[in-house]
């Protein structure tokens, strides 16, 4: 019977001794028990950013085909169609040539053309004169004041104006067509597809595509993360196969949902335009995307696992003179899974307790402390990632 009276009397220390602890008390033996963990209040950044990954692709890519003007290649564009035979003369460039825009890259014989031309010319230079000739008829017939006169000659009026508009346009046509036998880069980039050889003819389709130098990534960001991604915003790409780390800006955001084969998560697709890639770069290798959606810069800082409490309601435990952690109300900013924006409550090297070496070992202490099961709402509890908060 004593030992059952004895039993109740320590059970009942031991739940004062956890009420004191719960409301932020600690005894001089306790706190001398405990081994705390503190880190200083600092002036540093804080930066709330999206991880994703992609692959390299180039800016622009543009098609070259004789007879046409340089396109856009897309996912849905196709090489335009020529009916006129294009024998190919000269083909200056092979596949992974850098170019300039404007360079020269292909030409094609336009002896057949040359020859249309010269018909079309002699053709609207008699057009003319007949134009000539109805203007003056109309001129004529209106001097002369007979209706039936004036009717026949405007008809033939109208009917020079369209013969010599047909011959303009025809001209204007072969024109446009001997220039476009000759390819010339619209944009500085790579030759990745020769699609001619000189002294055959040039087969429907792209002769030569071209990539342009500057590259972007798209990649997939959760529809979670997605209100966060703005237009303008920095990125870091990181591009493992050639060592480099590049800077980028989001350009793009897709209103429409992309596809997922490997996850129900809806995902939306994310463009960012790079800057300063390096020359070894290529398109399709793999990039990792770390997107910036907030940041603040040269503030104070301290742990996020030195938060307490919740959004708007935020403290920390700072060390006492006595040794002993005292609760100390704090205004937050910025928050991440690693640091907090102190925006008041603390000053520059204010240490701020971040656990217990019992906490991070899992062991329990003998007297008071972190560990030993007794848990502080927002407090460390008995890991490494108590008390960490994402942005408010």
Not at 86 to 96: I, L, T
Not at 122 to 128: D, I, N, T, V, Y
């Amino acid at each position: 019977m004593k030992l059952k009276i004895l039993a109740v009397i320590a059970l009942g220390a031991v739940g004062v001794g956890a009420a004191v602890f719960a409301l932020g008390g600690f005894s001089p033996s306790a706190a001398s028990a405990t081994q705390y963990l503190t880190s200083a209040a600092a002036t540093g950044d804080v930066t709330s950013d999206i991880a994703a990954t992609g692959s390299l692709a180039a800016d622009a890519t543009y098609g070259l085909s004789f007879g046409s003007a340089p396109y856009l290649v897309t996912s849905t564009s196709s090489a335009p169609n020529s009916t006129t035979t294009w024998p190919v003369k000269e083909v200056k460039v092979k596949v992974g040539d850098a170019v300039m825009k404007g360079e020269v890259l292909a030409t094609a014989t336009t002896t057949d053309l040359k020859r249309q031309l010269a018909d079309a010319q002699r053709s609207l230079a008699s057009a003319q004169v007949s134009l000539r000739i109805a203007e003056q008829a109309v001129t004529d017939a209106n001097t002369s004041n007979v209706t039936a006169s004036i009717r026949q000659a405007k008809v033939g009026l109208y009917g020079a104006q369209s013969q010599l508009a047909q011959a303009t346009k025809t001209r204007d046509d072969l024109n446009t067509q001997i220039s476009q036998a000759t390819l010339i880069s619209p944009i500085a980039g790579v030759v990745t597809t020769v699609g001619i050889t000189a002294g055959f003819d040039a087969p429907s389709g792209s002769a030569i595509v071209i990539e342009s130098t500057t590259f972007q990534v798209t990649t997939n960001v959760v529809e979670s993360d997605l209100v966060n991604v703005k237009i303008g915003q920095t990125a870091t790409v990181s591009i493992a196969a050639v060592g480099a780390s590049v800077d980028g800006t989001v350009s793009s955001i897709s209103p429409v949902a992309g596809s997922s084969s490997t996850s129900s998560v809806v995902e939306y697709p994310v463009t960012v335009t790079l800057s300063n890639v390096a020359a070894a770069a290529k398109s399709g290798m793999t990039a990792d995307v770390t997107i910036t959606i907030a940041s603040a810069t040269g503030v104070l800082t301290v742990p996020a696992e030195a938060l307490r409490g919740t959004v708007g309601n935020y403290s920390v435990l700072t060390m006492g003179a006595a040794g002993t952690p005292v609760s100390t109300a704090v205004q937050v900013g910025l928050v991440t899974n690693t640091l907090a924006q102190i925006t008041s409550g603390l000053a520059a090297g204010q240490e701020v307790v971040t656990g217990t070496t019992a906490s991070r070992t899992g062991t329990t202490a003998t007297t008071g402390g972190f560990g030993g099961g007794i848990a502080i709402p927002g407090g460390f509890g008995g890991g490494t990632g108590g008390g960490r908060r994402t942005t408010p």
